[in-house]
């Protein structure tokens, strides 16, 4: 519901996640970023083998320099300490995340190679493409552990016209072919909240997916799209 002064004080709280929102443990594993493994790797008797005897390799499903490719750089140098293996990240963007999940899926179960998972490969793509779809996002993967939960910010280009939410949809209802918005593909988080801002505030708004963060900011420095996204280190790193 939009505030009658012309706010979106609805929108704003809800994407913040405020209002008392109570999820399941499965669904925070599946909102936030996390680490899992083929479903039938945890039938291994670990201790028995000596896990790991040799490289863990950890998929990320997005391009080298985003917020989640950062993350898990540091979390595997930590884990590649206390287990005395070398982690390798490999970045494997592509599908909202479903390239990635199909690799870890059709991999040897065997605890050596692991997906950094996210909402999209777990809640949105499961939706939104349900036919298209070849993995069972409950089934198909056994969840290790809770990583990191994003907040969520709309970046404009600094020398823009707008300087407010208000002025934003101001601008976007004054342009007859409304105004563009990036995310990092389709079906992903950004994409999905734009969406949602776009019918809150009943405005005109085209989405433009990119394959990564690095283009879709660069053309927001260049005032060609918005950004709706979750990775705020990425946004104020390319910001300063």
Same mark, same amino acid.
């Given at each position: 519901?939009?505030?009658?002064?012309?706010?979106?004080?609805?929108?704003?709280?809800?994407?913040?996640?405020?209002?008392?929102?109570?999820?399941?443990?499965?669904?925070?594993?599946?909102?936030?970023?996390?680490?899992?493994?083929?479903?039938?790797?945890?039938?291994?008797?670990?201790?028995?083998?000596?896990?790991?005897?040799?490289?863990?390799?950890?998929?990320?499903?997005?391009?080298?320099?985003?917020?989640?490719?950062?993350?898990?750089?540091?979390?595997?140098?930590?884990?590649? /300490?206390?287990?005395?293996?070398?982690?390798?990240?490999?970045?494997?963007?592509?599908?909202?995340?479903?390239?990635?999940?199909?690799?870890?899926? /059709?991999?040897?179960?065997?605890?050596?190679?692991?997906?950094?998972?996210?909402?999209?490969?777990?809640?949105?793509?499961?939706?939104?493409?349900?036919?298209?779809?070849?993995?069972?996002?409950?089934?198909?993967?056994?969840?290790?552990?809770?990583?990191?939960?994003?907040?969520?910010?709309?970046?404009?280009?600094?020398?823009?016209?707008?300087?407010?939410?208000?002025?934003?949809?101001?601008?976007?209802?004054?342009?007859?072919?409304?105004?563009?918005?990036?995310?990092?593909?389709?079906?992903?988080?950004?994409?999905?909240?734009?969406?949602?801002?776009?019918?809150?505030?009943?405005?005109?708004?085209?989405?433009?997916?990119?394959?990564?963060?690095?283009?879709?900011?660069?053309?927001?420095?260049?005032?060609?799209?918005?950004?709706?996204?979750?990775?705020?280190?990425?946004?104020?790193?390319?910001?300063?």
């Amino acid at each position: 519901m939009r505030d009658p002064k012309g706010g979106l004080s609805d929108f704003e709280r809800q994407s913040s996640g405020a209002g008392g929102f109570r999820p399941s443990r499965r669904a925070v594993l599946g909102a936030a970023a996390g680490l899992f493994a083929a479903a039938n790797s945890g039938t291994r008797s670990w201790g028995a083998d000596a896990f790991p005897s040799q490289p863990i390799k950890i998929l990320v499903p997005y391009t080298p320099g985003a917020s989640s490719d950062t993350l898990m750089r540091l979390v595997g140098a930590k884990l590649s /300490e206390s287990v005395n293996q070398p982690v390798i990240i490999e970045n494997r963007p592509g599908g909202g995340g479903a390239v990635a999940a199909m690799a870890v899926k /059709e991999a040897t179960p065997d605890g050596y190679t692991l997906l950094m998972g996210h909402s999209g490969i777990y809640a949105f793509i499961p939706v939104l493409f349900p036919k298209e779809m070849r993995y069972d996002p409950l089934n198909d993967f056994a969840p290790i552990t809770p990583l990191i939960s994003f907040s969520t910010i709309l970046v404009v280009p600094g020398d823009g016209p707008a300087k407010s939410v208000k002025e934003l949809i101001a601008l976007a209802r004054s342009r007859p072919n409304g105004l563009t918005y990036a995310s990092q593909g389709v079906g992903n988080t950004a994409h999905l909240i734009g969406e949602m801002f776009k019918a809150r505030a009943n405005i005109p708004l085209v989405h433009v997916p990119y394959h990564g963060v690095a283009p879709a900011l660069t053309d927001l420095m260049a005032n060609r799209s918005l950004y709706p996204k979750r990775q705020v280190a990425n946004a104020g790193d390319r910001q300063r």
